[in-house]
C-alpha cells in the first residue's frame, strides 16, 4: 500500500495554542488551494478520485470540496489528530509546567491533559494503516499523527524523548509512505522546521 497524504491547509488563530482536537477554521481560499492541488496530482499520476480525511474540519473540508467535483469522500475517525484532552485548545501558557514535565519525562506513555499517549497514537494509526486495501490511498491528515506514520512505516522505535520527536511536515506538504515489505524507507516532500517539543507545534 502507498499513501499519499497532505497535511492540512493552516488554520486561522491558532498560534501559542495546544491544538489537537479542537475544531479551527481555515481561510476558504487555502481549503480550495488544496484540494486542487490534490485533483491536479491524482490526474496526473492517474491515482483514483478517493480521498480520506479526518472528522476534523480542517482536513474534512477539503474532502468536502472535492467530493463536489465526483470524488468519494471518506470521514475516517482513526485519521484525527492526537487528542490532548484538557489542554486542547488552550493557550500553552495557561497549562501547568508540572504537567509539561510530566509528559516530557515520559514521552510514550504520558496522556498529556489526560487524552492520547503517544503509545495509543501509535496502535490508532497503525491499526489504519495495517486495515488499508493494496494500492494507492490518499488522504487529508495532520502533522502528528503524520509523524506517526512515518516512524511506523520506517520501522522506528516509540520516541522516548522529545528530541526524539521528528519536525512537523509544513502545511498542505505532501508525504508518501510505502507499507509493501521490502518497500524503500518513507520519505517527505517539502522543507523541514527544526525539532522541538512535539505539542508545542500547532497541527
Not at 480520506?52 to 467535483?69: D, F, N, T, W, Y
Amino acid at each position: 500500500m502507498s499513501l499519499y497524504i497532505w497535511r492540512h491547509p493552516r488554520p486561522k488563530r491558532i498560534e501559542g495554542r495546544c491544538l489537537g482536537r479542537t475544531d479551527a477554521t481555515v481561510d476558504p481560499r487555502r481549503l480550495r488551494r488544496l484540494a486542487g492541488r490534490i485533483a491536479r496530482f491524482a490526474r496526473r499520476h492517474r491515482l483514483p478520485r478517493e480521498i480520506h480525511v479526518s472528522p476534523l474540519a480542517r482536513s474534512r473540508e477539503v474532502g468536502e470540496l472535492l467530493r463536489r467535483q465526483g470524488w468519494l469522500c471518506r470521514v475516517e475517525p482513526d485519521l484525527a489528530e492526537v487528542d490532548f484532552g484538557h489542554w486542547d485548545g488552550r493557550p500553552w501558557c495557561d497549562i501547568p509546567l508540572a504537567e509539561l514535565d510530566a509528559w516530557c519525562a515520559d514521552l510514550a506513555r504520558h496522556a498529556p491533559g489526560g487524552g492520547e499517549s503517544l503509545e495509543r497514537l501509535f496502535a490508532r494509526v497503525g491499526h489504519w494503516l495495517g486495515t488499508r486495501p493494496p494500492g494507492p490511498v490518499l488522504a487529508v491528515g495532520h502533522a502528528g499523527w503524520i509523524n506517526a506514520a512515518r516512524l511506523l512505516a520506517g520501522g522506528h522505535p516509540l520516541p522516548a524523548q522529545p528530541q526524539d520527536w521528528p519536525a512537523p511536515v509544513p502545511y498542505q506538504a505532501l508525504t508518501v509512505l510505502t507499507t509493501t515489505p521490502g518497500a524503500p524507507s518513507p520519505h517527505r516532500r517539502g522543507s523541514c522546521q527544526a525539532p522541538g517539543l512535539p505539542a508545542r507545534t500547532n497541527r
